[in-house]
T-cell receptor
Framework: SQQGEEDPQALSIQEGENATMNCSYK?????LQWYRQNSGRGLVHLIL?????REKHSGRLRVTLDTSKKSSSLLITASRAADTASYFC???????FGAGTRLTVKP | DTGVSQNPRHKITKRGQNVTFRCDPI?????LYWYRQTLGQGPEFLTY????????KSRLLSDRFSAERPKGSFSTLEIQRTEQGDSAMYLC??????????????FGEGSWLTVV
């Protein structure tokens, strides 16, 4: 089974704009996690949101979780060129990843 | 450095040869994962261990692949009779799972395999 599926597949924005990416999953979860991956590197954990939480913030990141829709969103505010990376979600239930969202932030 | 360590970072091998990758997880992490990732794709789950027990193995993992975690600490992933399709980055990750609740997993930098 594959839990996390990210959307859109690719996103290109200008520096300073906000970036929103979405994640859908299939079954009930304990928590959902977002990760970032720079090209050719390992994944870096960004934020974990538990099933009883609806929103969580960490710096310029805001994550929401809607368990009724089995979906989550990651918002990056005031994006920077250094935010260019692929972003993945995964649920703790099976830690499977989708193809990710490739974010490009143009300076 | 207390992160997840993977060795070697890069490996070029001829088709048909065997290769082995090693992963040293974060100390005291009881769960260890292996993933495979090709360009433009997300990490594909291969297998995971809870301590020394291999609890799940993907159908993607053919009989040429074997993973071990003999003492519940480091793990090895061996690929026998390598094929060009095995060329990928192999990622290891670890986490501390308590009471059955999943927690943050931490990834290594990956081991790149090129089969020529």
């Amino acid at each position: 089974s594959q839990q996390g599926e990210e959307d859109p597949q690719a996103l290109s924005i200008q520096e300073g704009e906000n970036a929103t990416m979405n994640c859908s999953y299939k079954t009930s979860i304990n928590n959902l996690q977002w990760y970032r991956q720079n090209s050719g590197r390992g994944l870096v954990h960004l934020i974990l949101i538990r099933s009883n939480e609806r929103e969580k913030h960490s710096g310029r990141l805001r994550v929401t979780l809607d368990t009724s829709k089995k979906s989550s969103s990651l918002l990056i505010t005031a994006s920077r060129a250094a935010d260019t990376a692929s972003y993945f979600c995964a649920t703790s239930n099976d830690m499977r990843f989708g193809a990710g969202t490739r974010l490009t932030v143009k300076p | 450095d207390t992160g997840v360590s993977q060795n070697p970072r890069h490996k070029i091998t001829k088709r048909g040869q065997n290769v082995t990758f090693r992963c040293d997880p974060i100390s005291e992490h009881n769960r260890l994962y292996w993933y495979r990732q090709t360009l433009g794709q997300g990490p594909e789950f291969l297998t995971y261990f809870q301590n020394e027990a291999q609890l799940e193995k993907s159908r993607l993992l053919s009989d040429r692949f074997s993973a071990e975690r003999p003492k519940g600490s480091f793990s090895t992933l061996e690929i026998q009779r390598t094929e060009q399709g095995d060329s990928a980055m192999y990622l290891c990750a670890s986490s501390l799972v308590l009471g059955g609740t999943g927690n943050t997993i931490y990834f290594g930098e990956g081991s790149w395999l090129t089969v020529v």
